[in-house]
Every structure is written in structure tokens, then in C-alpha cells.
């Protein structure tokens, strides 16, 4: 005689699908927190392999030019006189070039005039991907490295210098006048706050000797990933700079006016020209 079982329909009940659609929800958030960290940890590692790339472009081309470095300028105004041939000639972009407005975004014209291009030959190499602007260059030079008198040879530094900049107004023109590279910023992410474009090097007033004189000429890219900056140095290597007092260097950047010396000023004061300032 056949034995019939009867027939049972397994269900979930109303608990276990929360249960189950909690566990989906939870691992979806965690996915996603993973993927923006993996998308991140990426564009920082481009970022970082650009600014090795300019600078090993850099000491490529000071290879071929007796020494002397690209110069950290990429506006040359005629009218100023503030620059001679040789920086002309050494300016790693030129702005003025691509027939640019003021405060226009720097153009591939001006990427391709100048001296580095020769020796990266990529636009791609001039954008950081953390980059939220439609700039094609996100990176300055350092202001006082590749100069034949100091800050960029702007002329108006020597007649009228900016606070305390003046004792500062030195010459480093060629690698060899470097006596830090390893500690030398060569180039960093720079964010404009008043302008669209970057046309000068990157500079953070060093004050006279043993006196602390905070100003902040340009801003680092503080913003782009908050808290974090990236920078390349002068022996060919880039790191990622981690801020220490974020709030307040954030209010410093974006209003001159602000006096602000804590330890981020002076991490990116120090690493100026090291070995040739005193601070």
C-alpha cells in the first residue's frame, strides 16, 4: 500500500525576506564603498605618475639644456620685460601662445609651445584625474626652481616684493643649484581660487629667516581629495601629502587675508628650497 505524503509549499516568511533584503542592502553599500575607494586609490596613482613623469621630464630636459631646468613661468607678457630669452625659452608651458583670454583655461596651444612638451608629448600627463574643473593642466612647477633670479622672475617681486619674499629672491636655475631634491617640491596639484587658470609656479611666501610671515600666494589642490595633496619632488618621485589641520588651512586658501602658520604652512613653506632658505 502506497503511503501519501502531503504536500508542503516552503515559504519565506515576512521576517526572513527583511533579513535577507537588509543583508543585500548591506553588502550592496559595502560594494559600492569599495568600488569608490578602488576608483580612488586609481586616479591618485595617475595623479602620482604624472607628477613623475613632469618631473623626470624636467630633469630629461636639463640633461639636454646644460643643466638649466624648465622654468616654472607660462605667461610671458612683452610688456613687462620680466623675462629674458633664456626663461622665454625654458618656460615648460606658454600660456600667452594659444591666444588665450585672462583667466581663460590653459589650451593644448599652450601645452604644445612649451619647453616640456618635447619630453612628456601627452596632454593627459598635464591633468590630474582628480581634477573637477575642465582645465587641461592641473600641476604648477615650484616657483623658486628653474629661476634665473627667484619667484618666478617676476620683476614686480624685486621692486615690490610680497611679504618678506625679498630675502628669498634667489637664483636656481640649473638642477645643480638644488641642493635638496629629495626634500625639493618640483611640482603639485594647484588650485586657483580667483582665477580659472594657474600661470605661474606654485609659491607659498617663505618670510625672512627665523621670522614667520604666513602668506599664501597659491593654494594647494586642498580640496580635490579633501585632505590629501599630491606633490612631486626634484629626485624624480611624488608622494601624497596627508593634512594635518585641514579646517583651518581650507579658510587660509581661500581668503589671503587669513593668517595661517600652523603645521601645513610650514610642511609646504619647508619644502620651497630647502638647503638654500633658512625657516
Not at 576608483?39 to 596613482?45: L, M
Not at 624648465?70 to 620680466?82: A, S, W
Not at 633664456?86 to 601662445?97: F, H, I, L
Not at 593642466?137 to 617676476?154: F, I, K, M, P, T
Request: with cysteine; glycine share 8%.
Amino acid at each position: 500500500m502506497t503511503n501519501h505524503q502531503p504536500f508542503r509549499r516552503f515559504a519565506f516568511t515576512l521576517v526572513e525576506l527583511l533579513v535577507v533584503i537588509a543583508m543585500i542592502g548591506l553588502l550592496l553599500g559595502v560594494l559600492l564603498i569599495t568600488l569608490g575607494t578602488a576608483q580612488d586609490s586609481a586616479r591618485t596613482a595617475t595623479d602620482l605618475s604624472n607628477q613623475s613623469q613632469i618631473i623626470k621630464a624636467n630633469l630629461s630636459f636639463s640633461i639636454d639644456n646644460k643643466g638649466r631646468l624648465l622654468h616654472p613661468r607660462t605667461l610671458f607678457d612683452p610688456n613687462e620685460g620680466d623675462l629674458n630669452a633664456d626663461a622665454n625659452s625654458r618656460m615648460w608651458v606658454r600660456d600667452s601662445e594659444s591666444g588665450q583670454i585672462p583667466d581663460a583655461p590653459t589650451g593644448i596651444g599652450a601645452l604644445q609651445a612649451g619647453a616640456a612638451w618635447e619630453y612628456i608629448g601627452n596632454e593627459d600627463s598635464y591633468r590630474s584625474p582628480l581634477d573637477p574643473t575642465l582645465r587641461m593642466r592641473s600641476y604648477s612647477l615650484n616657483s623658486l626652481v628653474g629661476v634665473n633670479n627667484g619667484a618666478d622672475d617676476y620683476s614686480g617681486y624685486a621692486q615690490n616684493p610680497p611679504p618678506n619674499l625679498g630675502v628669498n629672491y634667489l637664483p636656481c636655475p640649473t638642477l645643480s643649484r638644488v641642493p635638496q631634491p629629495a626634500r625639493t617640491m618640483g611640482c603639485i596639484t594647484e588650485q586657483d581660487v580667483d582665477h580659472a587658470n594657474n600661470w605661474n609656479g606654485f609659491l607659498v611666501h617663505t618670510g625672512l629667516p627665523n621670522v614667520n610671515i604666513p602668506q599664501w600666494a597659491d593654494a594647494p589642490a586642498w580640496n580635490w581629495n579633501p585632505g590629501r595633496v599630491t606633490i612631486g619632488f626634484m629626485d624624480g618621485h611624488a608622494e601624497v601629502y596627508t593634512m594635518s589641520d585641514y579646517e583651518n588651512l581650507s579658510e587660509a586658501v581661500q581668503n589671503h587675508n587669513v593668517i595661517y602658520d600652523g603645521p601645513d604652512y610650514q610642511y609646504f613653506r619647508s619644502i620651497m628650497l630647502p638647503g638654500r632658505i633658512e625657516y
